[in-house]
T-cell receptor
Framework: AQSVTQLGSHVSVSEGALVLLRCNYSSSVPPYLFWYVQYPNQGLQLLLKYTTGATLVKGINGFEAEFKKSETSFHLTKPSAHMSDAAEYFCAVAQDSWGKLQFGAGTQVVVTP | DGGITQSPKYLFRKEGQNVTLSCEQNLNHDAMYWYRQDPGQGLRLIYYSQIVNDFQKGDIAEGYSVSREKKESFPLTVTSAQKNPTAFYLC????????????FGNGTRLTVT
């Protein structure tokens, strides 16, 4: 079965600093990986996805993630944090051919001035 | 604009009552899903449906029921058998393929007292 582990349930970054959120996956097949963002009392919004091809994936709002098969990782980064990046972030892996996803526990990001 | 509509946004019920959460999508997606979200636990899959008139249990189906009579609609009933129903419930849909991202509604926050 496919699964993901997000390291760190809370991350605090200064405005303008690098944002780095860690995700490691376990998959018996080539993985399809996703990052989602959730603002308070809202649903989840897709940031980016990795299916096949280029290992560096660019998403919305200046975020990007790099797929590293040797490290079974799919870490999310943003070079310069903005106050609007304060939210909860979820990593997910596809579980089956019908698109069912397994989510990590989430990482809450706080941005300080 | 296409999207997923969940209603109501907030719902309050007395213990022992069944309650039904609505989910409608106009994205023409085949697959629909219900997730439960609790603080620190990420998203857990309750039920999912790949086609009309068919659905499968997810990881935490006990105390819940669903129906899929129309492609656009996937209502979730939280029954009195659910021991801890207070939570944030998220409905999602997708094209139902391995690399398809999920599209989420804005959720229903259910409080049972």
């Amino acid at each position: 079965a496919q699964s993901v582990t997000q390291l760190g349930s809370h991350v605090s970054v200064s405005e303008g600093a690098l944002v780095l959120l860690r995700c490691n996956y376990s998959s018996s097949v080539p993985p399809y990986l996703f990052w989602y963002v959730q603002y308070p009392n809202q649903g989840l919004q897709l940031l980016l996805k990795y299916t096949t091809g280029a290992t560096l994936v660019k998403g919305i709002n200046g975020f990007e993630a790099e797929f590293k098969k040797s490290e079974t990782s799919f870490h999310l980064t943003k070079p310069s944090a903005h106050m609007s990046d304060a939210a909860e972030y979820f990593c997910a892996v596809a579980q089956d051919s019908w698109g069912k996803l397994q989510f990590g526990a989430g990482t809450q990001v706080v941005v300080t001035p | 604009d296409g999207g997923i509509t969940q209603s109501p946004k907030y719902l309050f019920r007395k213990e022992g009552q069944n309650v039904t959460l609505s989910c409608e999508q106009n994205l023409n997606h085949d697959a629909m899903y219900w997730y439960r979200q609790d603080p620190g636990q990420g998203l857990r899959l309750i039920y999912y449906s790949q086609i009309v008139n068919d659905f499968q249990k997810g990881d935490i189906a006990e105390g819940y029921s669903v129906s899929r009579e129309k492609k656009e609609s996937f209502p979730l009933t939280v029954t009195s058998a659910q021991k801890n129903p207070t939570a944030f419930y998220l409905c999602a849909s997708s094209k139902g393929q391995y690399n398809s991202p999920l599209h989420f509604g804005n959720g229903t926050r259910l409080t049972v007292t």
